[in-house]
T-cell receptor, first 115, second 109 residues
Framework: NAGVTQTPKFRVLKTGQSMTLLCAQD?????MYWYRQDPGMGLRLIHY???????AKGEVPDGYNVSRLKKQNFLLGLESAAPSQTSVYFC??????????????FGEGSWLTVV | GQNIDQPTEMTATEGAIVQINCTYQ??????LFWYQQHAGEAPTFLSY??LDGLEEKGRFSSFLSRSKGYSYLLLKELQMKDSASYLC??????????WGAGTKLIIKP
């Protein structure tokens, strides 16, 4: 019953540090997504993947990199963290994009603070 | 551009009815969704409309008018546990989800 698991749940970074958020899903989904959620704004898509070995830019990709080496894992990297990247990050997965609206599964979120 | 508009915050009384409105402008349309998000948690799916009209699911109903770019979520017999943010989400012609900022619903006893 794991679904989508993301780690870490909380992290404080200093400006300029790097880190990787890990996302794993056990539903054999092709599509995986990384979103950020900021106060007063909707979820914004950072990067997404339509299958193992593929990645694509979303709405706000700058400052982030991703990798999908295995179908079940989708990693989000911050090479040089900035205070503007303080946010809540959600990983999600879906069987495909056409049914993503009502069958997208979210992880529990990762709270990242950059000081 | 693509845009979702919904009120920032609403207050209602336990046991009452509340309607949360949403207007959307997206490049093409492949469905309108409502999600519930409790503080500190991930969004969870509530409803889906792709054709005009009302969809009812228990205490929650969702309405869609494609010609007006308008939807609403109706919550009946409000309970304290309904205190949450409600996110209006549109799917565009490329099957991308466009998320509204959410309406924070405060339920008072």
């Amino acid at each position: 019953n794991a679904g989508v698991t993301q780690t870490p749940k909380f992290r404080v970074l200093k400006t300029g540090q790097s880190m990787t958020l890990l996302c794993a899903q056990d539903m054999n989904h092709e599509y995986m997504y990384w979103y950020r959620q900021d106060p007063g704004m909707g979820l914004r898509l950072i990067h997404y993947s339509v299958g193992e070995g593929t990645t694509a830019k979303g709405e706000v990709p700058d400052g982030y990199n991703v990798s999908r080496l295995k179908k079940q894992n989708f990693l989000l990297g911050l090479e040089s963290a900035a205070p503007s990247q303080t946010s809540v990050y959600f990983c999600a997965s879906s069987k495909d994009d056409r049914v993503a609206g009502n069958t997208i599964y979210f992880g529990e979120g990762s709270w990242l603070t950059v000081v | 551009g693509q845009n979702i508009d919904q009120p920032t915050e609403m207050t209602a009384t336990e046991g009452a009815i509340v309607q949360i409105n949403c207007t959307y402008q997206t490049s093409g349309f492949n469905g309108l969704f409502w999600y519930q998000q409790h503080a500190g948690e991930a969004p969870t799916f509530l409803s889906y409309n792709v054709l005009d009209g009302l969809e009812e699911k228990g205490r929650f109903s969702s309405f869609l008018s494609r010609s007006k770019g308008y939807s609403y979520l109706l919550l009946k017999e409000l309970q304290m546990k309904d205190s949450a943010s409600y996110l209006c989400v549109s799917m565009d012609s490329n099957y991308q989800l466009i998320w509204g900022a959410g309406t924070k619903l405060i339920i008072k006893p």
